[in-house]
């Protein structure tokens, strides 16, 4: 449908760009968000550096690995401690609050606007940081949420007590403002007891993440539900001023939130395109009168989309 013909630069400065990100935020009748990775990388859930060393160092030096991402693909020879991993993975990127206050900004941005979030990111930082979640869909699963990993049936099942008990049986306290810390002088465990190890309730079979990595991944009814919402949505407002705000979205799953977007703003008349993403941020030559491209930490941007002044 669309050229190879990318546009991304312009004679257009960046304060011009962002008088127009603003002035289309402030005249819509509609925004529809689509999120990715790198929005939740701008509010400082990073997965490797720092973080990395402060939970998860004991995993790098004895594998070698120096990331969460590859720690969560390794083939560890137990399940005690292929889930202490997985526990402290899942509690400091689903349970604690991100570093910075990105998605609560942006819901001051929006919160008074018709909107609609699609989005990849596994997180939940959207339903935390105050938006509907009549609102939302998670395409991609849910840190959250456990499956049967063969699977025997479609349900899902919330984890966030058994978390608990696996990161605590590791040595943690957990603080009143949820943050993991060791007392002083301990290093934690690297299982978790035999008896936390979560099975399906069905069949017997080791649960897992409910994350869509192969076929396995279960839409659960509250998955049909989110994606039935997102579908009305679109049918409701394909005629109104329309803003698909893409923020912190590459190329690893494009044809969830990208391509549709870019699909849309081509087609209704009075849908504009905005995408903000460092060293990503470009759109189709076919829409370029209708779209706004800035190569910046959407972070960067909140002081002054937060301004009331256009």
Same mark, same amino acid.
């Given at each position: 449908?669309?050229?190879?013909?990318?546009?991304?630069? #312009?004679?257009?400065?960046? #304060?011009?760009?962002?008088?127009?990100?603003?002035?289309?935020?402030?005249?819509?009748?509609?925004?529809?968000?689509?999120?990715?990775?790198?929005?939740?990388?701008?509010?400082?859930?990073?997965?490797?550096?720092?973080?990395?060393?402060?939970?998860?160092?004991?995993?790098?030096?004895?594998?070698?690995?120096?990331?969460?991402?590859?720690?969560?693909?390794?083939?560890?020879?137990?399940?005690?401690?292929?889930?202490?991993?997985?526990?402290?993975?899942?509690?400091?990127?689903?349970?604690?609050?991100?570093?910075?206050?990105?998605?609560?900004?942006?819901?001051?941005?929006?919160?008074?606007?018709?909107?609609?979030?699609?989005?990849?990111?596994?997180?939940?930082?959207?339903?935390?940081?105050?938006?509907?979640?009549?609102?939302?869909?998670?395409?991609?699963?849910?840190?959250?949420?456990?499956? $049967? #990993?063969?699977?025997?049936?479609?349900?899902?099942?919330?984890?966030?007590?058994?978390?608990?008990?696996?990161?605590?049986?590791?040595?943690?306290?957990?603080?009143?403002?949820?943050?993991?810390?060791?007392?002083?002088?301990?290093?934690?465990?690297?299982?978790?007891?035999?008896?936390?190890?979560?099975?399906?309730?069905?069949?017997?079979?080791?649960? #897992?993440?409910?994350?869509?990595?192969?076929?396995?991944?279960?839409?659960?009814?509250?998955?049909?539900?989110?994606?039935?919402?997102?579908?009305?949505?679109?049918?409701?407002?394909?005629?109104?001023?329309?803003?698909?705000?893409?923020?912190?979205?590459?190329?690893?799953?494009?044809?969830?939130?990208?391509?549709?977007?870019?699909?849309?703003?081509?087609?209704?008349?009075?849908?504009?395109?905005? $995408?903000?993403?460092?060293?990503?941020?470009?759109?189709?030559?076919?829409?370029?009168?209708?779209?706004?491209?800035?190569?910046?930490?959407?972070?960067?941007?909140?002081?002054?989309?937060?301004?009331?002044?256009?």
């Amino acid at each position: 449908m669309f050229s190879k013909k990318m546009t991304d630069k #312009s004679m257009s400065s960046y #304060s011009d760009k962002l008088h127009q990100i603003k002035t289309q935020m402030e005249q819509a009748d509609a925004v529809i968000i689509g999120a990715g990775a790198g929005l939740s990388t701008s509010a400082g859930f990073v997965y490797d550096g720092a973080r990395f060393a402060q939970y998860f160092s004991d995993f790098g030096e004895k594998y070698g690995f120096s990331d969460m991402y590859s720690g969560g693909f390794y083939p560890y020879r137990t399940l005690e401690e292929h889930w202490a991993y997985w526990s402290r993975y899942i509690y400091i990127n689903r349970y604690m609050d991100a570093p910075k206050t990105v998605y609560e900004q942006l819901y001051e941005l929006v919160k008074d606007k018709d909107y609609f979030v699609l989005t990849t990111n596994v997180d939940h930082c959207f339903q935390k940081a105050g938006f509907d979640k009549h609102r939302l869909f998670y395409t991609q699963g849910d840190y959250g949420l456990f499956q $049967c #990993s063969r699977p025997c049936h479609e349900k899902t099942y919330d984890n966030e007590g058994v978390i608990r008990e696996m990161v605590q049986a590791q040595g943690y306290v957990i603080g009143a403002d949820g943050a993991l810390t060791l007392p002083d002088g301990t290093t934690p465990k690297m299982t978790v007891p035999t008896e936390l190890v979560p099975h399906c309730p069905k069949c017997g079979a080791v649960m #897992s993440m409910n994350l869509r990595a192969d076929h396995t991944f279960v839409e659960d009814e509250g998955w049909h539900v989110a994606s039935e919402r997102y579908a009305q949505f679109l049918r409701r407002h394909k005629d109104v001023k329309t803003l698909f705000l893409e923020l912190g979205v590459g190329y690893n799953t494009p044809g969830i939130i990208k391509y549709p977007f870019w699909q849309y703003t081509y087609r209704w008349s009075d849908a504009f395109y905005v $995408c903000i993403n460092r060293g990503q941020a470009n759109a189709p030559s076919e829409i370029r009168a209708k779209s706004v491209c800035l190569d910046a930490d959407f972070a960067s941007l909140l002081p002054d989309l937060g301004k009331n002044r256009i």
